[in-house]
Structures are given as structure tokens and as C-alpha cells.
Nanobody, 120 residues
């Protein structure tokens, strides 16, 4: 069994910062790409940031220069540092990862989501 657990969401004023964490646990052999998505009410889920196992990153245009994705492979954890937050960043943030478990099975796993609310 593999689980992804997010933490770090909350309420913050515009211009503030938050740091999200997502820890993977279970029978993990290796983790490939790790990603952060978000979904605002009435909108489709969108990719916010992604990071490969070797450190390559990509970001949504709307967060470039404000958000930074990083990961600690020893802890099977991915982070999202969010600075200069705007009200339009309000959403439920989800992490997901491509995880290889024992037996060489690679699956995509999702976390349960964490709410980020930015007040104006």
C-alpha cells in the first residue's frame, strides 16, 4: 500500500507565503516524477508544478517566479513553496507521483488534497 499525505495548507493574506509538503509512504521501490495540481471551485484541475527524479522542473505560467517545487528523495517528499500569493491561487492543492512498488509495478498515486485560501 502506498499513501501520499499533503500538509501545509491554510488561510493566508495576499502577498503571503505557504509551504506545502507531500510525503509518500508504503512499499516504495522508487519515485519518478512528482507533481502538484490545484483545483478551484467550478474549475478543472490544473498542473501547477512538476519535478522529475533527476530534478528537472516545469511550472504553470501563472505561478512562474512565485512558486518553487523541490523534493527530498531520501524522505520521499515533495514540497511546494508558494510566495507572493494571490486570491486566484485559492484552490485545493493535490500532489501526485509515479511510484514504482516492489514487483516493478509503476502506478500513479494521488494525495487527498489540502486547502489553500488566499484572502484579499
Amino acid at each position: 500500500q502506498v499513501q501520499l499525505v499533503e500538509s501545509g495548507g491554510g488561510l493566508v493574506q495576499a502577498g503571503g507565503s505557504l509551504r506545502l509538503s507531500c510525503a509518500a509512504s508504503g512499499s516504495i521501490f522508487s519515485i519518478n516524477s512528482m507533481r502538484w495540481y490545484r483545483q478551484a471551485p467550478g474549475k478543472q484541475r490544473e498542473l501547477v508544478a512538476a519535478m522529475t527524479s533527476v530534478g528537472s522542473t516545469n511550472y504553470a505560467d501563472s505561478v512562474k517566479g512565485r512558486f518553487t517545487i523541490s523534493r527530498d528523495n531520501a524522505k520521499n517528499t515533495v514540497y511546494l513553496q508558494m510566495n507572493s500569493l494571490k486570491p486566484e491561487d485559492t484552490a485545493v492543492y493535490y500532489c501526485d507521483a509515479d511510484i514504482e512498488t516492489m514487483g516493478n509495478v509503476i502506478r500513479r498515486y494521488w494525495g487527498q488534497g489540502t486547502q489553500v485560501t488566499v484572502s484579499s
